[in-house]
């Protein structure tokens, strides 16, 4: 259960890249996910879920407008991989396995940026533009990044 919260995790930051650190930023906060004084406890600090979910706010603001670089450029891509492993790396300390989770986290994130790209096209193509096709992404990354926090064990 755990390997597959962490790959689902990163599926989220290949949509999104921060929201799923802010995701399980507030988990470790709420006490959902213990990290203990593991190198990722800072994310479970006061502030920090704060700071993540601007920067995730931030993130479904720009992705809106048409000056965004595509999600697959090595910047962006390199980010959605990070984001899904550290994220990912949370879930599995919190279930014991962080290299599993680590690992699962950044493919699922390699999964998220391709396939979330592929299903995105394929909206905006049947809607006639992309407006509506991000905005269902972004329901889709923070109903999911919810659904994977609230399912933690």
């Given at each position: 259960m755990i390997i597959t919260l962490a790959l689902l995790i990163g599926v989220i930051a290949g949509l999104r890249a921060m929201t799923a650190p802010a995701a399980i930023s507030w988990a470790a906060y709420l006490g959902w996910l213990n990290l203990g004084d593991s190198?990722?406890?800072?994310?479970?600090?006061?502030?920090?879920?704060?700071?993540?979910?601007?920067?995730?706010?931030?993130?479904?603001?720009?992705?809106?407008?048409?000056?965004?670089?595509?999600?697959?450029?090595?910047?962006q891509f390199g980010a959605r991989i990070v984001m899904g492993a550290v994220s990912g790396a949370a879930i599995g300390?919190?279930?014991g396995a962080l290299i599993a989770g680590l690992i699962a986290g950044a493919i699922g994130a390699v999964i998220g940026t391709y396939g979330g790209a592929y299903v995105r096209s394929k909206l905006a193509a049947s809607f006639g533009q992309d407006r509506p096709a991000a905005l269902i992404e972004d329901a889709v990354a923070i109903i999911g990044a919810y659904l994977i926090i609230a399912a933690l064990p």
């Open positions: 190198w990722l406890a800072f994310l479970g600090y006061a502030f920090t879920p704060w700071i993540l979910s601007l920067l995730a706010i931030g993130e479904l603001i720009t992705d809106q407008l048409p000056s965004t670089p595509s999600r697959k450029v090595p910047v300390i919190g279930g």
